[in-house]
C-alpha cells in the first residue's frame, strides 16, 4: 500500500512537482530554448523526486505532441513512458550492475543503436557512485562523445563518491530535502484525495520521522491509511509510526541540561540495550544543538521541524546555553562521532560526551546569582551549592554559589522606576514571588516557562509591568497575545492585582538555565566515568 500510493500519485508533469522549483524551472527552459545537455547530474537525498524529475524530462523531450514545456500525457510517447513501457528509456540501478561488464552490456552497447520509437533514448542511472572504477571509465568514454540520440541522467545520493571526470561532463542540479511545512502540504493532499481524514498532528509527525524524504514521508502515510481507518489520530498512527529517535536526543540534551550525569549515563545503557545506532544519535544530538545555536542567534525558524517538546528545549535552555557553550558541544559531538566512526561499537565516547558536557569551561562562573529554572515537571533540583541568602536577590531557594572574588553587583535596573501607575505592588513585590509567576504560567504553557525563566521584572513604567529577558525571541514569544494573557492571569492570581506586562530585552540579563548545569562529585556514575578518563570536575 504504501509503495502503491506513491505510485499511484507520483507526478506525471513538471507542474506536478510542487518542490525543487529551481530543477524545475531550469530544465524547462532548456527545453524551451531547444538546447537540452546529453548528461545530467541529479544529486540528492534519497526519496525528493530524482528520478520522477528524470522520467518526467523524458517524457517532455519525447512528446510528440509537446504543450508548451509539458508532455501531451496522451501521445504513444507520454503512454509509453508513463506505462514503464517505452524500450527506449533504460532505467539502470547501479547499486544492482556495479561491475564493468553490465555497464558494457546495458549501456555502451545499448547506445550505439539509434532509438527505437522515441526521438532521444534516455538512459536514467540511479545510484550511479555504486559503480566500480572500470565502469565508470567505460561509461566517461561514451560521456565523451555521445551519440546525438542519447540522453544520460545520472542519479546520486553521494556525489562525492562519482569521479570528477565524469562530474565535468554533467550538467548538475542539487535536489534539496523537502520541509516539514511542504511535506504535510503534500501529505494533505494525498490523505484527501484518499478520503480520509488524517489530524494535522498526524501529518506533522510523518514529515518530521522522513527528514525530508518525500517518498519515505508518502510511505509511512501509505501504512496509515492502510488501517482502513475513516480518521486517523495520533493514537491510531502511533500503531504505524517509528519511535522518534529525536525524541532520545531531546531526552539526552535534557538530563544534561538538568545536570544529571547519572541520568545520562542511564540513558546511554539503555540505548546500547535497544540497539540504537550511535552515530544516528549523535547526528540527531547535534541536531538539537544546531537548532539552539540558531536560536540563540535569533534564528527560530527551524524550530518548526520539531515536536512541541522538543521545540521547548531548543527555544528555551538549549537557547540559553549562549553560543560558546553551544559551540564546545557541538565540537564535543563531532568528535565523538569521529569516535565512533572508528570505534568498536562501545558506548565509551557516549560516556566521554556526558563527562564532557557536564564539566564547565573554567571561564564561565556566573556574576550574578540568578534563580534557578523551574522544569515544567516537579523534579529534584540539580545539585547545586546554596549561597548564603542576604548575598542575592529574588528567589530564596536553589541559588546559584558566587564566584569567587566576584564583587556582588546589586539589582539597581528598574528599583527607582517605579512610577506613580495603576499597578499598586512595588516592583521588589514582583520580584520576591516571580518564580511562583513562572510555575504559574508553565502549568498552562511548558514553554512560556521557559521563556519566563530568563526573565525578571525590570522596571514598573506607563502602568506596565516591564518584563526583562535575555533574547529577542524571548520578548516576542512573551508579547504574543495568547502568551501576554497567560502571565497576565497569572499575575492577576498571585499578585492579586490587575497587571499589564511588556516584554523588553535587557542586554546582559542570561538566561539562568545555561549556569545552573554543575556536576557532582558525589553522584558515584560521574566519579566512575570522571576516574576512567582521568577527568575532573572543574568549578
Ligand atoms: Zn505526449
New binding site residues.
Partial sequence: MGLALYRKYRPQTFGDLTDQVHVRVTLQNEIGAGKIAHAYLFAGPRGIGKTTTARIFA?VI?????KGNE?????E??LSIQDNKAVDILEIDAASHTGVDAVRENIIESVRFTPARLKYKVFIIDEVHMLSTAAFNALLKTLEEPPAHAIFILATTETHKVPATILSRCQRFDFRKIGVPDLVKRLATLASKEEVDVDTEVLKDIARAAGGSLRDAESMLGQILALGEKRVTRDEAALVLPHSDLDLARQFLDVIHRGRGGDALQLIDKLVADGVDFARFLEDTQRLLRLGLLAAMGETSGLSELDEPGAALVSGPLAGWGTPRLLAAIETIMTAQERVKRGDGSPLPLEIVVATLLAPPPAAAPTVSMPAPVAPKPVAPPPVKKAPAEASFGAPENILPLAKGEPLVPPQAGEGVSSPSAITLPLEAFREKWQQLIVAAGEVSHSLSYVLNGSKPEAIEAEKLIIGVPFAFHRDRLNDHKNRRTVEDACEKIFGCKVCIEGLVVEGLQNPASEVVSVSMEDPVIKNVLDAFGGRVVS
Avoid at 519525447?62 to 509537446?66: A, H, I, K, P, Y
Wanted: aromatic letters at 0%; glycine letters at 0%; a positive charge.
Fill in positions: 517524457k519525447n512528446c510528440t505532441d509537446r508532455p501531451c500525457l496522451a501521445c510517447a507520454c
